[in-house]
């Protein structure tokens, strides 16, 4: 999955124990479907929190 403003996808990185073991694990962002106007027309689209918390801000700044 991808944010659709920011492009941001899933994180990969490695689990290490204690006797220093290394397995691969991954990091999904934190994605929701939205319904936003895009070109004035209303469309859903994948948005990650922290674009969508920036939007709200935006959003309330403009008022």
């Keep these: 999955m991808k ?3 920011c492009d941001k996808t ?3 990185g490695n689990n290490v ?3 220093k073991r ?3 694990k991954q ?5 929701h479907k939205i319904r ?3 070109d004035g ?3 859903r689209v994948k948005i990650c ?7 709200n801000k935006l959003a309330r700044s403009a008022e």
């Design 41 to 43: 027309k209303a469309m």
């Design 49 to 55: 929190t922290r674009c969508l918390r920036t939007q």
């Design 22 to 24: 290394h397995t691969r």
């Design 3 to 5: 944010c659709d403003i």
């Design 27 to 31: 990091s999904m962002p934190n994605i």
């Design 10 to 12: 899933m994180l990969f």
């Design 36 to 38: 936003a106007e895009v």
């Design 17 to 19: 124990s204690h006797s």
